[in-house]
């Protein structure tokens, strides 16, 4: 009984991680040492700054606008 409990479970879990993944994604430089980086929450504007001004839906978008962005290289 206790095995298929912890079985049942498990499944739930496996299955439901990807909605707990990022799902928006900010290109920002942070403050201190003026690199930027890809952060999956909005830069608040002290550590971090925002460099695109806009959200990425994917980690490859984000990663395109790394390279390109004036502010980044």
């Known amino acids: 009984m206790i095995s298929r409990i912890a079985f049942a ?3 739930v879990v496996t299955f439901s991680m990807p909605a707990f993944a990022a799902t928006e994604y900010w290109v920002a430089k942070d403050a201190a040492t003026k690199k930027c980086q890809i952060v999956d929450k909005k830069p608040d504007g002290k550590k ?3 460099v695109g001004n806009k ?3 994917s980690l490859a978008n984000a990663e395109r606008a790394l ?3 004036a502010a980044c290289k």
């Open 55 to 57: 959200m990425y839906d």
């Open 67 to 69: 390279k390109e962005l």
């Open 9 to 11: 479970t498990s499944l």
């Open 48 to 50: 971090m700054t925002d």
